[in-house]
């Protein structure tokens, strides 16, 4: 009594490919999509008598059970809708509202200088390596926290001129239709490299970053403090 009957597209090979299908859907639960797209109808066999008596069951020369058996495929009703005068035409309509939760809108500087805050430079201070290095070639912070569109400008404590990030990033867009959301996010992140705008290591010290949103006028300055290691030549 507790037994289904799967009809599917396929042809029939023992239920070879559904059982395997079945066992390896068992760990995974993903991957019962590989067995679902081959039925095309699914469902528990019922006696039409409840009061009827099965014979006893044996096994006949060809290992079959000895029994005729006919499958009735039924609905209680078929697949409709009611005929309806609506925007929908009868089907299903839902309707929701979200209220409280759109992004608020800026309307002064000082909300913008409030969102800078939490632009950083880390390591800082820096002492000859950060976590962000893979190899000992490299000398890298980052300046974290950005707007998409910004000026990030490096000085030397007594105002010269180190190197300069124009950063205007728009999310990528997605095309798979599976995918939950519609764009990959953007890195609120610049890697700077410890060189200057010639791509010469700077020296230690103290440096000022500057990051400016150029449609508002929104700034911050951040000091930052490095201490270069000595060159290792092992590897090369």
């Not at 239920?15 to 019962?32: G, W």
């Not at 044996?58 to 609905?75: A, H, K, Q, Y």
């Not at 980052?142 to 007594?158: A, F, G, R």
């Not at 010269?160 to 997605?174: A, G, H, N, T």
Request: aromatic share 10%; charged share 20%; with cysteine.
């Amino acid at each position: 009594g507790q037994h289904h009957i799967y009809v599917t597209k396929q042809d029939y090979d023992g239920c070879k490919l559904l059982r395997t299908a079945f066992l390896n859907a068992k760990n995974a639960p993903t991957k019962m999509n590989n067995v679902i797209k081959e039925l095309t109808w699914c469902s528990a066999a019922t006696l039409l008598d409840p009061t009827y008596t099965l014979p006893p069951l044996g096994n006949g020369p060809t290992g079959l059970i000895p029994n005729d058996l006919i499958v009735s495929l039924r609905v209680r009703n078929p697949y409709q809708f009611a005929v309806g005068t609506n925007d929908n035409k009868g089907h299903n309509l839902y309707r929701f509202k979200v209220e409280g939760k759109e992004p608020d809108i800026v309307k002064d500087l000082s909300s913008y200088n409030e969102a800078l805050k939490d632009i950083n430079v880390v390591p800082n201070p820096y002492y000859g390596f950060s976590n962000y290095e893979a190899t000992q070639f490299q000398n890298i912070v980052k300046i974290t926290n950005l707007p998409p569109k910004c000026v990030v400008t490096i000085y030397s404590i007594d105002g010269k001129f180190i190197k300069q990030y124009k950063r205007d990033e728009l999310p990528v867009k997605i095309t798979d239709p599976n995918r939950g959301v519609t764009e990959r996010q953007i890195s609120p992140d610049i890697e700077w490299d410890l060189t200057n705008f010639r791509n010469v290591p700077i020296s230690s010290g103290a440096y000022l970053v500057h990051v400016l949103q150029p449609d508002t006028g929104a700034e911050k300055i951040i000091k930052w403090f490095g201490v270069a290691r000595k060159f290792d030549p092992s590897g090369l």
